[in-house]
Every structure is written in structure tokens, then in C-alpha cells.
């Protein structure tokens, strides 16, 4: 699934029950970490794997960049994506 703004994924992650989210941190309405802030206090989502993706990190040494929202951390992924990163880190979060 895709969405193009916070307010979107939340309502899709609600309705669609992902796997996984994978959440960009810059977002036409709210912020990505304001989106799973949301999706945090909500029952039937809240224990959905997250990770981010960001434009505005720079990754400048081998540990591995996150975001905390209330009390959890999740990773971040620096763009442009690596996709065998990005890959190895959606199997990290799902198995």
C-alpha cells in the first residue's frame, strides 16, 4: 500500500493491517513520527513493525540512525535508498 500524507497512512495502516510501515519522516500534512505517534495509541495497530526513511539524515558512521517516538525507537534509513539496506532492515523488522 501507498499513501501520499500522514493522515492517509494512518487510515490505511488502520484499515489494511500492514506488516510492516515504512514511513517517510517528511510529509505534506504531519510528520512521519507524529503519523505513528498516532498509530501508537491505537489498539489494533500499535505492535506493527515500523521504520523510517528520511532525505534530511546524514549517515556518517556504522551505527544505524533511528527516531524515537514517545518510548519507542525506531530505524531510520538514510536517502537515497540503499536498497539491499533497506531490504536487510525489512527483514530485521519481519522475519
Known amino acids: ?28 500534512d504531519i510528520d512521519g513520527a507524529d503519523a505513528i505517534k498516532v498509530l501508537q495509541e491505537s489498539l489494533e495497530v500499535q505492535d506493527i513493525p515500523a ?3 528520511s532525505s534530511i539524515v546524514v549517515k556518517d558512521n556504522e551505527d544505524q540512525p533511528t ?16 536498497f539491499d539496506e533497506l531490504l ?3 527483514k530485521k523488522q519481519i522475519g
Request: glycine fraction near 2%; charged fraction near 30%.
Open 88 to 90: 536487510d532492515e525489512i
Open 1 to 28: 500500500m501507498k499513501a501520499v500524507s500522514g493522515e492517509e497512512a494512518i487510515e490505511k495502516a488502520k484499515t489494511l493491517l500492514p506488516d510492516l510501515i515504512i514511513m517517510d519522516v517528511v510529509l505534506p
Open 51 to 53: 521504520l523510517f526513511l
Open 67 to 82: 527516531v524515537k517516538v514517545c518510548e519507542r525507537t525506531y530505524n531510520l534509513i538514510a536517502k537515497p535508498i540503499n
